[in-house]
């Protein structure tokens, strides 16, 4: 019982610390879930800058709610899978995400991306052309809610 109390206990007290070299379970994220990490802070961040709820962000990432709640909190450390999801979907710097450096997003896509989309399109049929455009304007409709 006295051994539960102190596991438990909200500040590192020196009992507290016998507890855990003792039974060999160290101070972690998931038995201290009040250290959170910079990078699980920051992917909190990327979520408010854009506006978006966890639902909406996690959905995008193919991701559950309660995972991304869990990552936010610090109950769950971010795995490389989580960074090159966030980083892929929105557009962030990966530098940014990892070690809070430079701007939080990055620049436009380079020109050369889209005039080769647009020469893509350009080569299809004009029934083609006006299905891709209804299908980007629905895209850019479900973006706003």
């Known amino acids: ?7 438990n206990f909200p500040y590192p007290h020196p009992a507290h610390l016998l507890y855990h070299w003792f039974f060999g379970k160290l101070d972690t994220m998931e038995s201290n879930p009040r250290i959170i990490p910079n990078i699980n802070r920051r992917i909190k961040e990327v979520r408010a800058a854009l506006g978006l709820s966890q639902a909406k962000f996690s959905s ?20 490389e899978r989580l960074i090159k999801l966030v980083c892929s979907s929105f557009n962030v710097s990966e530098a940014f995400l990892r070690h809070g450096e430079g701007d939080m997003f990055l620049e436009d896509v380079p020109d050369d991306k889209f005039k080769n989309l647009s020469n893509l399109v350009k080569a299809l049929p004009p029934k ?12 850019l409709r479900l973006k706003d809610e």
């Open 60 to 79: 995008v990432c193919a991701l559950s709610s309660g995972y991304l709640a869990r990552v936010e909190t610090g109950h769950i450390m971010v795995n």
């Open 128 to 139: 083609y052309q006006d299905f891709l455009f209804h299908i980007l304007d629905m895209l």
């Open 1 to 7: 019982f006295f051994f539960h109390i102190l596991a």
